[in-house]
């Protein structure tokens, strides 16, 4: 990222402030919002102090990335907790991002820069603020709330969504949204608004099933019931319009506004004229209301919140459903129920309830664990031969019955890091080194010896986290941090080479010593020591899972002569698998049992399951803004005895959920 201002003009707004500072006249309120803030932008400190970041849980943290200048003003002067008053040139906030001492993310502002003297003179500034000054500064800060339309963003329906909508609408099984493109993982979820655009082809796709889903919801008549009345012509509006009203009002999960009604009511009279058939203008008001952005986005609130009960009725249903509110749900938003706490823990209690509940959990848990991509997942069958497309989809239903058995049985789930048993079958039995339990699926428990605990000794994480052909210690870290903690590691600069230094002959090394490469590349040190650190611990865990006294290593040497291939070199390689997690004290571990142990009792790890829950329930990412809400949601799922389901319960009963100021 380039500075955005010029070195000549920086240079003179330092003087500028270096003047009025030496005057007694306090610094133009801007010189922070246009000089000092973006050397902290183009040096990428907001990567770890964010939110999200690996350094949350410091006392340095960004504003939103669309704050005002009043929240970022305010947060130049609120970093005054980091100067040091009696000698500023001590202060971390000018010794950390120099490097000067040791700093996890290394230097990130030049010493001797014209961005290093903006932040000096920033730091001479705040050395004579005033107490009072920088708590008021601290008071905006926490006040700041962003506007609605970025707590609730406008969202479409997942690819999931959309096959249960249809499913619970029509009665259509078939999943039609299997021929959608793929979607995208956007904050870690497929549901996130920033990453819901329509391509062309999405577009495209949408048509397409619209046609095929109206064609076959008439195909044998009004089999489906979809029809309210009985026509009494091809024509009959009393009854097109009946029609138009009620399946609307279902499709779009609100009433239809007149307008709307009228202009359905004209295409239905036209095609049904032309063809002289009543279900065919039945059958093109379907299709058309399939493309309608009514039935592709979720219900926002009218101008004058006329559909703000339906909003918080479908908020409820695609968050616990994965689908659209049933009849219950619909009266209670058209009885105004839903306004009220007490009204919403109702409704949830319900339909947490629901069979369909069930169902919809297996898909958030999907998308935080990134299972569908365990299925897709390919080994090198010279490797790996046990590996096949049904030890996937079997590692698979493992975790899922894993989770699901914490969350419907109201078990502590911090036992997804710490349990001693798993779900298995034959097949993972037998990859496990356990007895086959009498049951496919059936609870089995492991020995102490195995060293695996909860989803981190489960084959889902550690063939997800591998290369075809070899662990990755980079990939399992970074899942930890990532999915785990909630710390977004920064991506590495464009153009650094990623790849290994390869095997040689007289020359073969473990996976931990070829790792080495970026700890000692200055550019790669900073991210890499964040998290091949986690890795490392799991490195007794072969890249399908299977535990392994050494590393086993074939490769073949180099050359022209094809039959080199037939010689290849074998070597196994003793394990260090010793391990620490930076940033955690007395974190120090050597397998998935002992990690689990570590994360389970640490307070960011438990917090982050409320975090991940919060992106998936609201589609975005959460902001300073929301910590109130992340905070009171935790503790109710803490005082619950980390009961799953109270957590669900804490985020959407809350007036955030409900759409409230």
């Known amino acids: 990222m380039t500075h955005p201002v010029s070195i000549a003009v920086l240079g003179a707004s330092v003087s500028a402030l270096l003047v009025w500072g030496q005057s007694g006249t306090p610094p133009a309120p801007q010189f922070f919002v246009r000089e000092v803030y973006p050397v902290f932008q183009a040096a990428g400190c907001r990567g770890c102090h964010s939110p999200e970041g690996v350094a949350s849980t410091t006392r340095l943290r960004f504003p939103a990335p669309n704050a005002p200048d009043e929240q970022i003003s305010a947060f130049g002067l609120q970093l005054a907790v980091l100067v040091n008053r009696d000698n500023p040139a001590?202060?971390?906030?000018?010794?950390?991002?120099?490097?000067?001492?040791?700093?996890?993310?290394?230097?990130?502002?030049?010493?001797?820069?014209?961005?290093?003297?903006?932040?000096?003179?920033?730091?001479?500034?705040?050395?004579?603020?005033?107490?009072?000054?920088?708590?008021?500064?601290?008071?905006?800060?926490?006040?700041?709330?962003?506007?609605?339309?970025?707590?609730?963003p406008i969202r479409r329906l997942t690819h999931s969504q959309y096959n249960r909508t249809v499913r619970d609408l029509l009665g259509v099984l078939s999943q039609p949204a299997r021929r959608f493109p793929p979607e995208d993982y956007v904050n870690g979820f497929k549901n996130q608004a920033a990453g819901q655009t329509i391509t062309p082809t999405l577009s495209a796709a949408y048509a397409a099933?619209?046609?095929?889903?109206?064609?076959?919801?008439?195909?044998?008549?009004?089999s489906g019931g979809l029809v309210p009345c009985k026509p009494?012509?091809?024509?009959?509006?009393?009854?097109?319009?009946?029609?138009?009203?009620?399946?609307?009002?279902?499709?779009?999960?609100?009433?239809?506004?007149?307008?709307?009604?009228?202009?359905?009511?004209?295409?239905?009279l036209s095609e049904s004229g032309k063809s002289g058939k009543f279900l065919e203008g039945a059958r093109i008001v379907l299709e058309a209301m399939l493309v309608s952005p009514a039935f592709l986005f979720h219900v926002q609130p009218g101008t004058e919140s006329k559909w703000e009960q339906y909003a918080v009725a479908n908020r409820l249903s695609y968050f616990l459903w994965d689908s659209m509110p049933d009849e219950e749900l619909f009266g209670m938003a058209e009885r105004r129920e839903l306004a009220t706490g007490a009204g919403i823990e109702k409704a949830v209690r319900r339909m947490l309830g629901d069979r369909k509940a069930q169902e919809a959990l297996r898909e958030f848990f999907t998308q935080w664990l990134e299972l569908d991509t365990v299925v897709t997942s390919v080994?090198?069958?010279?490797?790996?031969?046990?590996?096949?497309?049904?030890?996937?989809?079997?590692?698979?239903?493992?975790?899922?019955?894993?989770?699901?058995?914490?969350?419907?049985?109201?078990?502590?789930?911090?036992?997804?890091?710490?349990?001693?048993?798993?779900?298995?079958?034959?097949?993972?039995?037998?990859?496990?080194?356990?007895?086959?339990?009498?049951?496919?699926?059936?609870?089995?428990?492991?020995?102490?010896?195995?060293e695996r605990s909860g989803i981190l000794g489960q084959v889902s994480y550690l063939a997800l986290t591998s290369q075809p052909g070899e662990t990755s210690p980079t990939l399992r870290g970074l899942f930890v941090r990532d999915r785990l903690l909630c710390q977004k590691v920064p991506d590495p600069p464009p153009g650094v080479n990623t790849n290994l230094p390869p095997q040689t002959e007289?020359?073969?090394?473990?996976?931990?010593?070829?790792?080495?490469?970026?700890?000692?590349?200055?550019?790669?040190?900073?991210?890499?020591?964040?998290?091949?650190?986690?890795g490392f611990g799991f490195e007794h865990f072969d890249?399908?899972?299977?535990?392994?006294?050494?590393?086993?290593?074939?490769?073949?040497?180099?050359?022209?002569?094809?039959?080199?291939?037939?010689?290849?070199?074998?070597?196994?390689?003793?394990?260090?698998?010793?391990?620490?997690?930076?940033?955690?004290?007395?974190?120090?571990?050597?397998?998935?049992?002992q990690l689990g142990s570590v994360l389970a009792a640490n307070q960011e790890c438990r917090k982050c399951l409320v975090r991940q829950l919060f992106r998936y329930g609201f589609g975005r990412p959460e902001t300073p803004a929301d910590a109130h809400l992340i905070d009171?949601?935790?503790?109710?799922?803490?005082?619950?005895?980390?009961?799953?389901?109270?957590?669900?319960v804490a985020l959407t009963i809350s007036d955030e959920f409900r759409g409230g100021n």
């Not at 497309?389 to 911090?414: G, H, M």
Request: hydrophobic share 40%.
């Open 90 to 152: 001590r202060s971390l906030l000018f010794l950390k991002p120099t490097n000067r001492i040791q700093h996890t993310g290394g230097e990130r502002i030049h010493p001797g820069s014209a961005q290093e003297r903006a932040l000096q003179a920033w730091i001479e500034h705040l050395a004579g603020v005033g107490e009072e000054q920088v708590a008021a500064a601290a008071r905006v800060v926490k006040s700041y709330r962003p506007p609605a339309e970025a707590r609730w």
């Open 209 to 222: 099933a619209a046609e095929r889903i109206a064609a076959s919801a008439f195909r044998y008549g009004d």
């Open 232 to 268: 009494e012509g091809p024509g009959d509006s009393a009854c097109a319009e009946r029609f138009i009203r009620q399946f609307g009002r279902k499709a779009f999960r609100r009433p239809l506004d007149e307008t709307e009604v009228r202009r359905f009511k004209k295409l239905f």
């Open 379 to 450: 080994k090198d069958r010279g490797l790996f031969p046990r590996y096949s497309p049904e030890v996937a989809a079997a590692a698979v239903e493992e975790t899922q019955r894993f989770l699901a058995d914490l969350v419907w049985n109201d078990r502590n789930f911090l036992e997804y890091l710490t349990a001693d048993y798993s779900f298995v079958n034959s097949d993972l039995a037998a990859l496990y080194g356990v007895p086959p339990p009498p049951l496919e699926f059936a609870r089995v428990s492991f020995p102490e010896k195995l």
């Open 506 to 534: 007289g020359n073969v090394h473990t996976t931990r010593e070829r790792l080495q490469m970026h700890v000692s590349n200055a550019a790669c040190a900073s991210c890499h020591r964040l998290i091949d650190g986690i």
């Open 543 to 593: 890249a399908i899972g299977r535990w392994r006294d050494k590393q086993y290593v074939l490769f073949y040497r180099t050359g022209r002569d094809r039959d080199q291939r037939k010689n290849p070199i074998e070597a196994n390689l003793p394990i260090d698998s010793q391990a620490q997690v930076t940033g955690i004290p007395s974190s120090t571990f050597s397998s998935p049992r």
């Open 632 to 648: 009171g949601a935790f503790e109710q799922f803490e005082a619950s005895g980390f009961r799953f389901r109270e957590m669900m």
